[in-house]
């Protein structure tokens, strides 16, 4: 019958090595790493990819504007594409009202059922050109999860990595010590002299 002795390897004894406490404060501030910094650098990730994701929604609802616009010719023949997730669009040609310039026309991403006649809304640059609409919130939320996770991924493999390249040491050296231990003991079983 096998019982367990917890905490042995920090209990004086003779049987103990130098490589056993070793490795045992090595686990203690792994479990320490992993579930205090591991998160706290991905929370930490996940702030910033936030903020930045929220600056760049600003910047880019200042440069782009949505105007209702007219649909000119139809999108039946054009096949649809999407873009993040969003509903499927396709090009046409819209025309809409500027009120520093009249009238203008272009083409813009629609929707892909849009008919012609059908009032569309359009998301238009500085320029005039035709731009995808900035990200919405769940967008933002979603690069934000997705930048923490990675985040907090990438520090356990970090902390996981060192860990085994710890182990990998502490073998070695416990492998050492009983090589020389053995070079001492063996002349005493065996009756060899050295």
Known sequence: MRSRVRGWRLRPSP???????VETWTVLGVAVLLFVVAPLVGVTA???AHDDALAEVREQRAERRHVRAEVVDGTSGAAP???GGRQPYTQATVRWADPQDGPRTAT????ADARAGETVRVWLDSEGRSVAPPPDGTAVWQYTVTIGVCATGGAVAV???GHSSV???AMRRRLAEWDQEWARTEPEWT????
């Open 191 to 194: 009756g060899r002299r050295a």
């Open 46 to 48: 996940a702030w910033w």
């Open 81 to 83: 594409l999407t873009h």
């Open 167 to 169: 182990r990998h040491a």
């Open 15 to 21: 049987l103990r090595r130098r490589s056993d406490v």
């Open 108 to 111: 813009a991403r629609v929707p």
């Open 159 to 161: 902390i996981l990595l």
